[in-house]
């Protein structure tokens, strides 16, 4: 029988695939020698594997990790404080996550470049908000944007492990 933790770590795997070992610390919201033991304890038991020498983790070694959800995973984290770890799974295509955060849902989709037309693909709901992670900010000017709430973001890795995740809203576009 598996912990509450150890639970979680699985469907997180199975949902998203693999992992930075990063992010699903992260995601677990404890110390991080605890999160690691948790990690140690379930590739002991053979649930899960290291991934690409063990910059990820997934259920096996040969997860293919997804570069677009593992930046909306970025994202998401920046919320995870305020999310249950069983209120955020896969979301339909276009957006990679779905995320309930104070009962509003959130869709998190990651767009690059050339890929704009995209958006027209959502279905705005009213209880909806959408996060469009862009490769820089220039390109919201472009977006035809859902009737929905918007949010934008960026994703910066400058070498380190984390990312820097910067955030605009809307009028921070308009006023550009």
Known sequence: MLLQDEQYVVKWLSQYGALPKTQVIKMLRKKPQTAEKILRSLKKQMRIADVSGGYYVGLDSMCQPDQRTILAVWVLLKFIDNVDPM?????????????LKENI???????YDGETSLLRLLQPDEDLKYIIILPHISIASQLKL??????????D?????EPKVTFYSEEDISNE
Do not use: M, N, R, W
């Not at 959130?106 to 767009?111: G, P, Q, R």
């Open 87 to 99: 209120a955020h799974y896969p979301a339909v295509y276009p957006s990679q996550i779905f995320f």
């Open 105 to 111: 849902g959130y869709e998190i989709v990651v767009l």
């Open 146 to 155: 859902p009737k929905a709430p918007c949010l934008f973001a960026t994703v």
């Open 157 to 161: 890795f400058q070498g380190e492990d």
